[in-house]
């Protein structure tokens, strides 16, 4: 197999971190993983932790969009995290993903090492775009209202929320004037 993030290169053969069965770009050090390799060495190591490393390496993100070593289709671009403007390049026809070099210690560092095959699911990527829209619309009003208040109205908000009578209340807070007799 070549490899087609630096077109340069041979995949060969490897465990990576000398746990589970991946290929290495003997040019790029870029990694290729099939997802079910993955899995059954996760399944014979339920135990296994990665310990979330902090000092990491330059890594490396292609910009653009790759073609699968194996079927020479184009793969997908998949966020991983909010934390993160990394993406991982994921060949959907073979269940296979590719690491640039440096994008598995980076996964390491984010805590996400383990759930390698969870985030090329279809949930991940839903539940990612939900944190994204949230993320969002948290810059949106700390920027419309300042950051004090809006962390004010958090507050008070959760604590409405705790409350029974809380649509008395509600009604109360937005009142003119709670003190009159509508009329
Ligand atoms: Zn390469």
């Known amino acids: 197999m070549h490899c087609s993030a630096c077109k340069r290169g041979s995949l060969v053969p490897t465990r990576l971190d000398d746990l589970f069965i991946a290929h290495r770009c003997n040019h790029c050090g870029g990694h290729w993983v099939l997802i079910s390799d993955f899995v059954s060495w996760k399944q014979a190591h339920p135990e296994r932790e990665f310990a979330a490393i902090t000092a990491l390496e330059e890594s490396e993100d292609s910009p653009m969009a790759l073609f699968c070593p194996v079927s020479h289709t184009l793969m997908r671009k998949l966020k991983i995290s909010t934390d993160t403007e990394h993406r ?3 060949s959907a026809a073979v ?3 590719w690491l640039d070099k440096g994008e598995w210690p980076l996964l390491k560092s984010l805590g996400l090492a383990s759930c390698l095959n969870l985030l090329v699911t279809e949930g991940w990527q839903l539940k990612l775009k939900q944190s994204q829209t949230e993320l969002n ?3 949106h009003y700390r920027s419309k209202f300042g950051d004090a208040n809006y962390q004010e109205l958090k507050r008070i908000r959760a604590w409405l929320a705790t409350q029974p009578n809380r649509a008395e209340l509600r ?3 937005l009142s003119d004037d709670p003190y009159r007799i509508k009329g």
């Open 137 to 139: 619309f948290a810059d």
């Open 171 to 173: 009604q109360y807070l």
């Open 95 to 97: 269940g296979g993903v």
């Open 88 to 90: 991982l390049d994921y």
